[in-house]
């Protein structure tokens, strides 16, 4: 009989996020966020600390980047954070969804030919990514 080299491997248990785990993972205090399970929705846990740890910045500034976007190139944007466990149960990632666009003088409402949409994912190590937004989202 040969030995079996195989070796059976746990998935890694996954760890809850809670405010210590972003405390640790960050080296950064979070304050004034509450216990995940007293939040109406868990997306609103995660935004408060996210914007906590700067990711939307951090995100404006990869997009920046990449897009060749200015702070002050006469387009409005609107930001919305997630955050949170992948959908396979791995570490999370922070999702920043930026709207862009330009106002329409004589109707005072966003332009439709200028909007823009870009997702910014960074994973919990940093790592940035801009993923394609599916054709019914946009």
Same mark, same amino acid.
């Given at each position: 009989?040969? &030995?079996?080299?195989?070796?059976? =491997?746990?998935?890694?248990?996954?760890?809850?996020?809670? =405010? &210590?785990?972003?405390?640790?993972? $960050?080296?950064?205090?979070?304050?004034?966020?509450?216990?995940?399970?007293? $939040? %109406?929705?868990?997306?609103?846990?995660? %935004?408060?600390?996210?914007?906590?740890?700067?990711?939307?910045?951090? &995100?404006?500034?990869?997009?920046?980047?990449?897009?060749?976007?200015?702070? /002050?190139?006469?387009?409005?944007?609107?930001?919305?954070?997630?955050?949170?466990?992948?959908?396979?149960?791995?570490?999370?990632?922070? /999702?920043?969804?930026?709207?862009? $666009?330009?106002?329409?003088?004589?109707?005072?409402?966003? /332009?439709?030919?200028?909007?823009?949409? =870009?997702?910014?994912?960074?994973? $919990?190590?940093?790592?940035?990514?801009?993923?394609?937004?599916?054709?019914?989202?946009?």
């Amino acid at each position: 009989n040969r &030995a079996r080299s195989e070796q059976w =491997v746990q998935p890694a248990a996954r760890v809850e996020e809670d =405010v &210590a785990f972003f405390e640790k993972k $960050y080296q950064k205090k979070i304050t004034g966020v509450k216990p995940k399970n007293e $939040y %109406s929705d868990p997306d609103q846990f995660y %935004s408060a600390i996210g914007k906590q740890l700067g990711i939307p910045e951090i &995100a404006w500034q990869a997009a920046a980047e990449k897009f060749g976007w200015k702070k /002050d190139d006469g387009k409005n944007t609107f930001t919305m954070l997630k955050g949170g466990p992948t959908a396979g149960g791995g570490q999370g990632t922070w /999702d920043v969804m930026f709207m862009r $666009y330009t106002i329409n003088p004589q109707t005072q409402k966003p /332009d439709p030919a200028s909007m823009q949409q =870009v997702m910014v994912q960074i994973d $919990y190590d940093g790592n940035v990514k801009f993923p394609e937004i599916p054709k019914g989202n946009r």
